[in-house]
């Protein structure tokens, strides 16, 4: 019942789609009479169109008398039409309260990846990853015994980092004062490339010979005072959900699938891999065996965006091929709405 290009008509999509909802609650093979009373149209025309989706992908047919299964293909096609969903202002209002609770950056992260848990009971995923544009918004600067010092920096994300180094020689605090104010005064508001481009530059005037401060900001600066590193900051919760669920997996591969989901740089790599849309735009990846053999039958949907500063949120639920797909849209819309406003203020 193709039309006359040989391509799926809507009413294919609609048979298509009823097939994985049905399949997502039962994990049963489904079959055309099931499908022939949600429809006024008779089994043999819902055969019909199922034959057309198993020849184009969508559909496979592990026995000759059994129903139909989805696959990947009808799963990513299923859950794109979940993409319009709407934001609820009392849901978005409630989580955002309950995030910016949170004190800092890394406590809204944390809070972020446990609400996508809770709601989805599925595996939550929040992190915010640094880019090499992050901007200075000031630095602290604390002596400490034995001619060690305190080095804070804190980015327009809002993110702290700090680092003890050891000097050769003692330096006060009156002179780390004059050292923070310098910098402060002087580059607060400034991308870090920028910064470092800035300071190079005026060290290698003839007149920085005779400036004591600047030669203590170098001193500092050999140190590694802007090198802040593009470590991430990333949380996840929930990998207990997916004990018990049908995954097809043995037990090795059961065991493999959780070594990963402990494993940070793969969490990173999961997020940077699949979610490179524009900003705000939510993503649908359905079947993740490129990044783990383990991870054939989960799908990842989540939404990315950038915030002042030069950081790089994500917000993300991974589960089961047949895990209630609307809910978990619908999460990772509120909770990654909620994140961003609460991060920006």
């Not at 055309?32 to 198993?54: C, E, T």
């Not at 995030?99 to 929040?126: C, D, H, M, P, Y």
């Not at 995954?247 to 793969?266: G, N, S």
Request: charged content about 25%; aromatic content about 6%; glycine content about 6%.
């Amino acid at each position: 019942m193709m039309n006359q290009l040989g391509t799926l008509t809507r009413r294919h999509f609609e048979v298509l789609h009823a097939i994985v909802q049905n399949y997502i609650e039962t994990g049963e093979p489904v079959a055309s009479r099931v499908i022939a009373r949600k429809y006024p149209m008779s089994a043999a025309s819902i055969r019909n169109m199922m034959a057309d989706l198993l020849q184009e992908g969508y559909l496979s047919q592990p026995h000759t008398s059994a129903g139909r299964i989805p696959t990947e293909r009808a799963f990513q096609s299923y859950a794109s039409t979940l993409l319009g969903s709407r934001i609820v202002q009392t849901e978005l209002e409630r989580l955002q309260a309950e995030i910016q609770s949170a004190g800092s950056v890394e406590a809204r992260i944390e809070r972020s990846s446990k609400l996508l848990t809770e709601i989805t009971r599925n595996f939550g995923i929040a992190a915010a990853i640094p880019s090499e544009n992050q901007t200075l918004d000031q630095v602290e600067l604390v002596g400490l015994p034995d001619r060690r010092i305190l080095m804070v920096v804190v980015t327009r994300d809002r993110i702290v980092r700090n680092k003890v180094i050891t000097v050769d020689d003692p330096v006060s605090q009156d002179e780390l004062a004059s050292i923070r104010n310098y910098i402060n005064y002087n580059f607060a508001g400034w991308m870090l490339p920028k910064i470092h481009r800035e300071l190079k530059r005026r060290l290698e005037l003839e007149s920085a010979a005779y400036d004591a401060i600047l030669k203590r900001v170098n001193l500092l600066y050999s140190k590694g005072l802007f090198d802040l590193g593009l470590i991430p900051e990333v949380h996840f919760d929930g990998a207990e959900n997916f004990i018990g669920l049908d995954l097809h997996l043995t037990r090795e591969r059961m065991r493999e699938l959780f070594r990963a989901l402990e494993e940070k740089k793969r969490i990173v790599q999961l997020l940077e891999r699949f979610f490179e849309q524009r900003d705000g735009e939510l993503a649908i990846q359905v079947g993740l065996s490129d990044i783990h053999p383990s991870m054939s039958e989960l799908s990842l949907i989540g939404i990315r965006f950038g915030l002042s500063g030069g950081l790089l949120a994500h917000v993300a639920v991974l589960g089961p091929m047949r895990m209630n797909y609307s809910r978990a849209v619908s999460a990772v819309l509120h909770v990654g709405q909620a994140f961003r406003t609460a991060i920006a203020q």
